[in-house]
């Protein structure tokens, strides 16, 4: 407080109560005797940010504020006042923010704790990690999480850089509801108190306190296994061979959620081809889910369980054509089917399936047969076995057998064929396929005596080139064409290889971290501040040291 002839201070306490709706300021004075030798009126209030709700008192005697009565009538030295905007009730938008807030407060926060996921560090992960979908988020270069064994959810999204967004309203956050399995709760939970608190109106840092963002720590990315081609697979662990044999095999076998994928390989030409033509999946928490070719080319699905493998009942053998007929109704990437736990999505050029087990199979078509990959979350580590391998980060010992017995790592194709791949096909009793009325398991499961090698290849000289000017090295695709004399067989196989192996590179590509002041403080006139900052690379433990010299300019008024 201040006259014109000298300076005197006094200490007050300013104490904030509210309740998100109405807010009051209480002034608390404490001894202010030494104020009597002020000459002037002083004043006492408040200006509210709306510049219109205030009030200013006048006080002749400023040095009995002390001991004078305030405003409430109840306490000496005490004055209240209410410093809410003067627009109170605020928009109908705000106060249905506020009443949720309100509902939150006496929600407990420990269900955070049941989403299993956090997001992935980057776009190129997100897009690679098939637990996360993109087309069915509302928002742009939004995520949704598919994979849950609750009934949360968690929405991750990025900026045009790809970077994470982290508490901001254009951030992603957990969802007391998961929008694809709960929509209708999701709406009133989640996604309308999103809107009234952000969108229309100004309070997004108290729907992001009760919703909060994953900033990406303690993200696992899955680990990728994939099987395409005449066919090729590629182990959990890198590990790639080829076996055409023909039959029924145990593809993934696990007692982590007692997940057990199968896949079936038919002949493809007469020159001894096999191709994927089926695929059969069931865990503890799904009944078994069925894809497979139709003569058309169209997927067909069934749901329902193994043990009946007589003709399904209605809504359980559904054919999904490429416009996405789905059981009468229409599945898309942006309406994808929610049934008995089973998550399946149709992304346009594949289907994506996953039971809740932590696994996500990616199946599409190609030049009439099927290539696969699957995901496995970090539960499964060192669980696995079947002709993906053992999941256990080691790829000399992916050659695994039921009797759990390791196999040499540098098997010849002969080698690989007899002595491990057929060790992993399933007998009629440990099959859960469906078989459709007049298919039996004996009539899919017989024995072939495959072709090894490019041999077929180097006796065709024609081919031989026309293959090499296709595929380069590539082996798979020399194969694929060496069997089938058809090159753009090989020119698919070639291009999924491609985007297998950029999948794995994408999941376990960490940005860097970047650590330093969040904060620079500089002053008009001072010499330049020097700023540290330290990028460490995650994939590689190198650090960068980034110094910044940051000064004020006076006629600017920038940093």
Not at 60 to 85: C, F, I, K, R
Not at 355 to 380: C, H, R, W
């Amino acid at each position: 407080m201040t006259n014109h002839e000298h300076t005197t201070s006094v200490t007050f306490q300013l104490v904030l109560v509210s309740d998100y709706t109405t807010t009051y300021s209480i002034y608390i004075y404490n001894n202010t005797s030494s104020l009597s030798s002020l000459t002037l009126n002083s004043v006492v209030g408040y200006t509210a940010a709306d510049f219109i709700n205030f009030q200013n008192v006048h006080y002749a005697n400023p040095s009995t504020l002390d001991t004078t009565l305030g405003n409430t009538g109840t306490a000496v030295g005490q004055w209240l006042y209410d410093v809410s905007p003067s627009t109170i009730t605020g928009s109908q938008s705000e106060e249905s923010c506020l009443e949720w807030v309100r509902g939150q407060e006496l929600l407990s926060s420990d269900w955070l704790r049941d989403v299993p996921l956090s997001c992935p560090c980057s776009l190129s992960q997100a897009t690679s990690d098939w637990r996360f979908n993109f087309n069915n988020s509302s928002r742009n270069n939004c995520a949704i999480a598919v994979v849950t064994r609750s009934q949360h959810g968690l929405e991750c999204c990025y900026d045009a850089l790809g970077s994470l967004v982290v508490d901001t309203e254009a951030s992603g956050s957990y969802h007391y509801y998961h929008s694809l399995f709960h929509p209708e709760q999701h709406l009133l939970s989640d996604s309308r108190p999103f809107e009234d608190c952000c969108v229309e109106s100004n309070n997004c840092v108290l729907y992001y306190k009760y919703r909060p963002s994953s900033n990406c720590e303690g993200y696992q990315p899955p680990t990728p296994g994939f099987i395409w081609g005449d066919p090729h697979f590629e182990t959990f662990d890198g590990s790639t061979f080829t076996f055409n044999g023909v039959g029924e095999y145990q593809l993934i076998q696990s007692s982590v959620h007692e997940l057990n994928v199968q896949i079936r390989l038919q002949a493809y030409t007469d020159r001894n081809a096999t191709v994927l033509t089926a695929v059969a999946i069931k865990s503890a928490s799904s009944q078994l889910v069925q894809f497979e070719l139709n003569s058309l080319g169209s997927f067909v699905l069934y749901i329902g369980n193994s043990e009946h493998r007589d003709i399904p009942r209605d809504g359980e053998y559904l054919v999904v054509t490429e416009t996405g007929t789905y059981d009468n109704a229409h599945l898309s990437s942006a309406n994808p089917a929610h049934i008995n736990n089973v998550y399946i999505l149709n992304s346009g050029d594949s289907m994506i399936v996953s039971t809740g087990s932590g696994a996500v199979l990616n199946i599409g078509k190609q030049e009439g047969f099927l290539y696969m990959g699957v995901e496995l979350g970090p539960e499964f580590s060192g669980t696995t076995g079947g002709l993906l391998g053992s999941n256990d980060g080691v790829n000399n010992n992916d050659y695994l057998l039921r009797n759990e017995s390791v196999l040499s790592y540098d098997l010849t194709e002969e080698q690989v064929y007899y002595n491990f791949g057929l060790e992993w096909q399933v007998s009629e009793t440990q099959s859960i396929f469906h078989y459709h009325s007049q298919y039996t398991y004996e009539l899919y499961n017989i024995l072939t005596t495959p072709t090894f090698g490019l041999v077929l290849l180097e006796n065709n000289p024609t081919l031989n080139t026309t293959a090499v000017t296709t595929c380069g090295t590539d082996y798979g695709c020399l194969y694929d064409i060496s069997l089938t004399m058809d090159t753009n067989l090989g020119r698919t196989t070639r291009i999924i290889r491609q985007n297998n192996q950029k999948i794995r590179e994408n999941l376990v590509n960490f940005p860097p971290v970047i650590t330093g002041d969040r904060t620079i403080t500089v002053t008009v006139g001072d010499t330049p501040t020097t700023v540290q900052y330290i990028g460490e690379d995650p994939n590689t433990n190198n650090e960068t040291i980034i110094r910044i010299k940051v000064r004020k300019r006076e006629r600017e008024g920038c940093v």
